[in-house]
């Protein structure tokens, strides 16, 4: 009964440095999707994918790369890490039919 | 203006008492309405959901829509403490597309023992 599994749940990023933030489901969902969550704020959609090969550009998609090769999988890539990018990332997927999302615990990301 | 607005708080009430969470939303096209429940350092997870406008129940919790007025409440009957949490309310727009959902910030409710 894992849902949707991300890792890792910390992590430290000092400024340039580049990583990948994990996500994963069991749920055969073909959405897929990525948040980030700041202090005092909503979520912002990054990226999203409707199925394994399919990516699209959210609200906030600078600084950032997705792929999906999977249906199950869809890392979120980070190139030269800014303090702007200092937030909670989460991942979440849904079904088709009612397209209600399922989030992961997120992502602890601070970028110094 | 922001397309969904939701007093952050935080909102205090004792134990026993009737929340009530709202939020207005200005683009019409938005068709389904969510609630999520977040605890700290927590996903977000799905309290409720509403297609267009009406009420629906479920337990102590019930959601209203009133798309004339732009406005989306959740009630909580005889709150506890774990109820205490940040309540997101959600939505998007109709048709078979995968739209991400669009997030008001959040209402941070504090139940007191």
């Known amino acids: 009964n894992a849902g949707v599994t991300q890792t890792p749940k910390f992590r430290i990023l000092k400024i340039g440095q580049s990583m990948t933030l994990q996500c994963t489901q069991d749920?055969?969902?073909?959405?897929m999707y990525w948040y980030r969550q700041d202090p005092g704020m909503g979520l912002k959609l990054i990226y999203y994918?409707?199925?394994?090969?399919?990516?699209d550009k959210g609200e906030v998609p600078n600084g950032y790369n997705v792929s999906r090769s999977t249906t199950e999988d869809f890392p979120l890539r980070l190139e030269l890490a800014a303090p702007s990018q200092t937030s909670v990332y989460f991942c979440?997927?849904?079904?088709?039919?009612?397209?209600?999302?399922?989030f992961g615990a997120g992502t602890r990301l601070s970028v110094l | 203006q922001k397309e969904v607005e939701q007093d952050p708080g935080p909102l205090s009430v004792p134990e026993g008492a009737i929340v009530s969470l709202n939020c207005t939303y200005s683009?019409?096209?938005?068709?389904?309405f969510m609630w999520y429940r977040q605890y700290s350092r927590k996903g977000p997870e799905l309290l409720m959901y509403?297609?267009?406008?009406g009420n629906k129940e479920d337990g102590r919790f019930t959601a209203q829509v009133d798309k004339s007025s732009k406005y989306i409440s959740l009630f909580i009957r005889d709150s506890q403490p774990s109820d205490s949490a940040t309540y997101l309310c959600?939505?998007?727009?109709?048709?078979?597309?995968?739209?991400?959902?669009?997030f008001g910030k959040g209402t941070h409710l504090i139940i007191q023992p």
């Open positions: 509403t297609y267009s406008s």
């Open positions: 994918s409707v199925g394994a090969g399919i990516t």
């Open positions: 749920m055969n969902h073909n959405y």
């Open positions: 683009n019409s096209a938005f068709q389904y």
């Open positions: 959600a939505m998007r727009y109709s048709g078979g597309g995968a739209d991400g959902l669009t």
């Open positions: 979440a997927s849904s079904d088709r039919a009612k397209n209600i999302q399922y």
